[in-house]
Structures are given as structure tokens and as C-alpha cells.
């Protein structure tokens, strides 16, 4: 069925995008990042040792694992709360190296494999897949923001972004970056493109003349308060000569872990912005959105059981994950449908250990709420008699299917 193409994920993707677009009349804002799962069997498609990100920074590990990059879609609420929900998933395979006695043609070939499936490109197609697909469904006017980590923000996407497309993503703190040329006179040859070095970004952080300019943003459960400073526009020869960028730096945030513990600070982020004049809160706010695609790969692997099915072939590996993906983007589109909606959620109650409440409906609570509604009218109890009856036969039950799927344990 999978290995056959005779499921496509991507009708089931469309669906979800179109909800999407009808909530919100703002820009779309999207996160895009890879994850890797991880495998057993040595000639599944795609598989390969990769590195481990979830490894110690002391020492690199790798696994075996395919890759699979993601875009998710913001569907915001008024109090700058925001989930991210699925809306594409590509199988991104690495292609492997060829052996030590290779010949030069087996060499040349895997290096023009390398170059055409690296993650940067594949980015890039699905940032042009999805703004076709805006502008075809009636969305060409909304602009499209894509929010990416360090590993997006190089000359491959910068250089390729589609039109009415911003992109915000993390620079290194020592990236070289430039203002704008002065003012040349009339004279042959080429225009200047670079201006004087601007500071970099660490540069810029320590600049005590610069002040830290406070912003108000949305980010775990609260609002809180930002120090940030800004310089622009700018340019850097990654983007082009052409393109003029934005750098935002946030300052270190301090945090405890525990109630009388030492005071620790978090690392400082650096960010870049395609659209120089876009205000402050707005750039980083969007950002901060993006750490829920994380959330998105751990409730994919852990309660979905993404990967779990033993497929080989390109085709089932594809189709296998992106079904699973596509249903687990549907729940969530279906519970911000409902919010969107003023609906209330007629949750199952919590459990007793359960202290705190939780700000927004978990994945678990969906999944539980969703077996109660198609699994309940399955049961069927025999009724209560005053007496005892002579007949020792348990009554037949009427659909046994819906209750031995109800009874069991296992539901990933």
C-alpha cells in the first residue's frame, strides 16, 4: 500500500494548510528544521551514520539514522501564544560515501549527489513548494516568513529566497558584515555593493555606546521582557551584494535551578532578518515560535512511534512517516479549530498528580480525548438484574472490533 504510492500524505497536507490560512489574515509564519530517526536495519533507504545531536559537546557520536526535514505552521492567538503544526514533511536522504578504491567517476558522482541533496537545497525547494502553493490557494498577497536555525542561514537559502519571502534565522558571532556604500558619483565600471566593516555581532554585544532597547514578547506561558539592540541595514557577502539584512542581538537571559541557587545566564543569540525595516518585537517574537517544531519531532517520535514501522523501500519510507505526520498535523488542526471557535474541550478529567495545569491542551490529552469520542459508544455492559438468573452465558457483544481495540494497551 505504501511502497505503491497508494497513499499521498500530501492531500492531507493541503487540507491542513487551507484550515490554517482561513484562521489567521496575517503573515505566515513558518519554522523549518530536520530531525533524524533513528534505524536498525542496514539496507533501509536513506540510512546512514549520521551525527548525534543529542550527544554530549565533548565528544561527537554518530548513528544510524535517516533524515527528514520539516516545515511547521504558526496558528497564533491573541495573547501571542502560538503552536506550530505540520504542514510538509520530505524523506532529505544523505548519499554514502563510496569506498576507498572507488574510481574517479564513483567520486565525481557522489559529490554531485552531495551537492543537490544537502539540507540547505532541500530547504530551499520547500520554501518555494509552499509559497507556489500560497500563491496558487488564494494567499498570494500574504507575505511568508520563515523562521530557521544557523544550519538555513548560509548563500544556498539566502540567495534563493522566493519573492514576498522573509527569512530570520541565527548568524555566527563573528560574521563579517558591511553597511551600505556612500553615495558614488556617476563613473564607469561596477557600483560599489559593500560599505566600511560593520561590527559583528559579539562586537556589537559588547558595545557599551549602544544602548539595549527593552521589548515585551510571548515565550513560556508569560510574557516577558527582552534586551535587544539592532543594526541596520546591513549587508553580508553570504546574502549578496543586493540584499539588505538586519542584525538583532538578545541578550543573555538569567535564569536559577533552583530556589537559592547561584544566578546563571543563558548564551547570547544572534539573529538576521531579510526585511531590514520590520520591527523588533515582531523579528523576534516569530523566532521564538520556532522552538515549538521541537516539540513537534519529540510527540512524533514518543507518542506517535515515528519510524517504529519496518519499511525499506523510498517510496514506503516517504509515505509511512508523512501519513503519520499528516494525522498527527489533523488532531492538532482540529483542537486550534475548536479554540479558533470558542468551542470548549471536553477534556477527560486529569489525574490526581497531575498539580499543575497545563497552559494549552497537550498532545496526550488530544490523543485520549480522540479514543474517548470514537471508542465509547463501543462498549456495551449487560444489564443489571435484581436476580440471578439461570443463564450463566455472557451476553454476545455486538461489535467486538471497536471493544478489542478499546481494551488494548499498545496504541502507537
Request: with cysteine; charged share 25%.
Amino acid at each position: 500500500m505504501y511502497g505503491r504510492n497508494r497513499v499521498e500524505p500530501e492531500h492531507l497536507f493541503d487540507a491542513v494548510r487551507k484550515r490554517l490560512c482561513e484562521q489567521d489574515d496575517g503573515p505566515i509564519v513558518v519554522a523549518l528544521d530536520d530531525t533524524r530517526v533513528q534505524k536498525s536495519g542496514k539496507k533501509v533507504q536513506g540510512a546512514k551514520y549520521m551525527r548525534d545531536p543529542m550527544g554530549p559537546p565533548f565528544r561527537v557520536n554518530f548513528i544510524w539514522a535517516q533524515r527528514f526535514l520539516q516545515a511547521s505552521m504558526a496558528s497564533t492567538s491573541a495573547t501571542g501564544q502560538a503552536r506550530m503544526i505540520p504542514v510538509d514533511w520530505v524523506h532529505a536522504p544523505v548519499p554514502k560515501k563510496p569506498g576507498p578504491k572507488a574510481s574517479k567517476a564513483k567520486w565525481k558522482k557522489y559529490e554531485a549527489q552531495r551537492k543537490a541533496t544537502c539540507i540547505s537545497r532541500t530547504g530551499v525547494e520547500r520554501i518555494h513548494h509552499l509559497r507556489n502553493w500560497l500563491n496558487e490557494n488564494g494567499a498570494q498577497g500574504r507575505p511568508l516568513w520563515c523562521v530557521v536555525d544557523g544550519s538555513f542561514t548560509n548563500e544556498t537559502v539566502l540567495k534563493n529566497l522566493p519573492a514576498s519571502t522573509t527569512l530570520v534565522g541565527r548568524i555566527r558571532s563573528d560574521a563579517n558584515l558591511y553597511h551600505l556604500p556612500e553615495q558614488q558619483p556617476i563613473a564607469r565600471g561596477r557600483r560599489r555593493s559593500y560599505g566600511p566593516q560593520a561590527p559583528t555581532p559579539e562586537q556589537l554585544r559588547r558595545d557599551d555606546t549602544r544602548p539595549w532597547q527593552h521589548i515585551e514578547v510571548f515565550f513560556g506561558g508569560k510574557t516577558r521582557q527582552l534586551r535587544v539592540k539592532r543594526l541596520g541595514p546591513v549587508r553580508w557577502r553570504k546574502a549578496g551584494g543586493h540584499k539588505d539584512l538586519q542584525l538583532i542581538v538578545i541578550a543573555p537571559t538569567s535564569y536559577r535551578l533552583t530556589k537559592n541557587g547561584r544566578q546563571l545566564y543563558r548564551k547570547p543569540a544572534y539573529l538576521i532578518c531579510t526585511a531590514p525595516d520590520a520591527p523588533l518585537d515582531q523579528v523576534v517574537q516569530h523566532y521564538l515560535w520556532r522552538w515549538d517544531i521541537e516539540v513537534n519531532f519529540r510527540d512524533e517520535k514518543t507518542l506517535l512511534g515515528l519510524g517504529d514501522a519496518q519499511v525499506r523501500t523510498a517510496n514506503a519510507v516517504q509515505n509511512v512517516t508523512g501519513l503519520a505526520v499528516a494525522a498527527y498535523a489533523m488532531l492538532l488542526t482540529a483542537a486550534e479549530t475548536c479554540r479558533h471557535k470558542n468551542i470548549p474541550h471536553q477534556h477527560l478529567p486529569a489525574p490526581k498528580w497531575r498539580r499543575k495545569k497545563a497552559l494549552r491542551v497537550t498532545t496526550m490529552d488530544l490523543i485520549q480525548n480522540l479514543r474517548y469520542e470514537l471508542w465509547a459508544t463501543a462498549i456495551h455492559f449487560s444489564h443489571f438484574a435484581s436476580q440471578p438468573t439461570k443463564n450463566t452465558k455472557p451476553e454476545k457483544i455486538i461489535d467486538p472490533l471497536k471493544n478489542a481495540v478499546f481494551y488494548a494497551s499498545t496504541y502507537s
